[in-house]
């Protein structure tokens, strides 16, 4: 083997013992953390063509049972009430949840009002179906302008058996928040939830016989006579002296036989 065959062999030995040590790993220490990811922004409702707040929960409470509906049920003017909560200030909020409470209120006495006269005008009978209450005392009562817009899952409706209560709301049957099939009726989901189609009455109270005076005021009451002074000591009483003789002369005469010391004295 000559010369610069060796010093190759040499050289592909040492190649070859540095490749199969490798280099040595270098220390590593505790595994970084992951990075926290930023929380997903859930995106704003369209209100009036712009991102707005979530819609507010209705004041009392929508369920399959019908209930009487009432002006804080519609959609329009819940932002405004929250808005006005909690403060006195007479702001843009107090001032529309104000005149959206008015504008529903209003509404609601109008078809009152109107099913108060439909009743003696029908045989003293309110009306016997939905259809009818819709056409003969909403639409009159509202001379054509529609109901107030209310969340998708909610109905309005009538229920021939509490026709004195008039205009009333309910979950749509088999909507999300719905306990009852779709198709149920306003009689059937009061009957299968343990309802009653009877209105409430106002409690009793029984008539009074007689009416009591209204407390009288202290200020303004009489005030009690004084007592009689009683007499120094030593002034007579009765109008006699110390021995019981009446101290008026004509008294007295008439008890010496009628003569008045007077009597034959011109004036």
Same mark, same amino acid.
């Given at each position: 083997?000559?010369?610069?065959?060796?010093?190759?062999?040499?050289?592909?030995?040492?190649?070859?013992?540095?490749?199969?040590?490798?280099?040595?790993?270098?220390?590593?220490?505790?595994?970084?953390?992951?990075?926290?990811?930023? /929380?997903?922004?859930?995106?704003?409702?369209?209100?009036?063509?712009?991102?707005?707040?979530?819609?507010?929960?209705?004041?009392? +409470?929508?369920?399959?049972?019908?209930?009487?509906?009432?002006?804080?049920?519609?959609?329009?003017? %819940?932002?405004?009430?929250?808005?006005?909560?909690?403060?006195?200030?007479?702001?843009?909020?107090?001032?529309?949840?104000?005149? #959206?409470?008015?504008?529903?209120?209003?509404?609601? !006495?109008?078809?009152?009002?109107?099913?108060?006269?439909?009743?003696?005008?029908?045989? #003293?009978?309110?009306?016997?179906?939905?259809?009818? #209450?819709?056409?003969? !005392?909403?639409?009159?009562?509202?001379?054509?302008?529609?109901?107030?817009?209310?969340?998708?899952?909610?109905?309005?409706?009538? !229920?021939?058996?509490?026709?004195?209560?008039?205009?009333?709301?309910?979950? !749509?049957?088999?909507?999300?928040?719905?306990?009852?099939?779709?198709?149920?009726? +306003?009689?059937?989901?009061?009957?299968?939830?343990?309802?009653?189609?009877?209105?409430?009455?106002?409690?009793?109270?029984?008539?009074?016989?007689?009416?009591?005076?209204?407390?009288?005021?202290?200020?303004?009451? /009489?005030?009690?006579?004084? +007592?009689?002074?009683?007499?120094?000591?030593?002034?007579?009483?009765?109008?006699?002296?110390?021995?019981?003789? /009446?101290?008026?002369?004509?008294? %007295?005469?008439?008890?010496?036989?009628?003569?008045?010391?007077?009597?034959?004295?011109?004036?």
């Amino acid at each position: 083997m000559n010369a610069s065959t060796y010093r190759s062999a040499v050289a592909l030995a040492f190649a070859a013992s540095l490749g199969c040590g490798g280099a040595p790993a270098l220390p590593t220490g505790p595994a970084a953390p992951p990075a926290a990811q930023a /929380p997903v922004e859930k995106p704003k409702p369209i209100v009036a063509g712009v991102p707005g707040e979530e819609m507010p929960e209705d004041e009392t +409470p929508v369920t399959d049972i019908p209930r009487k509906f009432n002006s804080h049920d519609p959609i329009q003017g %819940r932002r405004s009430r929250r808005q006005a909560e909690g403060t006195n200030a007479f702001g843009l909020g107090t001032t529309a949840a104000a005149g #959206f409470y008015a504008k529903h209120e209003m509404m609601i !006495v109008a078809i009152d009002h109107a099913n108060q006269l439909y009743n003696p005008q029908h045989d #003293f009978e309110f009306p016997k179906t939905q259809e009818s #209450f819709m056409k003969d !005392v909403v639409a009159l009562a509202l001379n054509g302008q529609p109901l107030p817009k209310i969340p998708e899952d909610e109905e309005y409706c009538y !229920v021939p058996e509490q026709g004195e209560i008039g205009l009333q709301i309910r979950l !749509v049957p088999g909507s999300p928040r719905s306990k009852v099939a779709a198709g149920t009726t +306003p009689q059937q989901a009061i009957a299968q939830l343990g309802g009653s189609l009877e209105p409430e009455e106002p409690a009793y109270v029984p008539p009074t016989t007689q009416i009591s005076p209204p407390p009288a005021d202290p200020a303004t009451a /009489p005030a009690a006579a004084a +007592p009689a002074a009683e007499p120094a000591p030593g002034e007579p009483e009765g109008g006699r002296d110390d021995a019981g003789n /009446p101290l008026d002369l004509r008294e %007295r005469a008439a008890g010496f036989g009628g003569v008045s010391p007077t009597d034959g004295l011109s004036e």
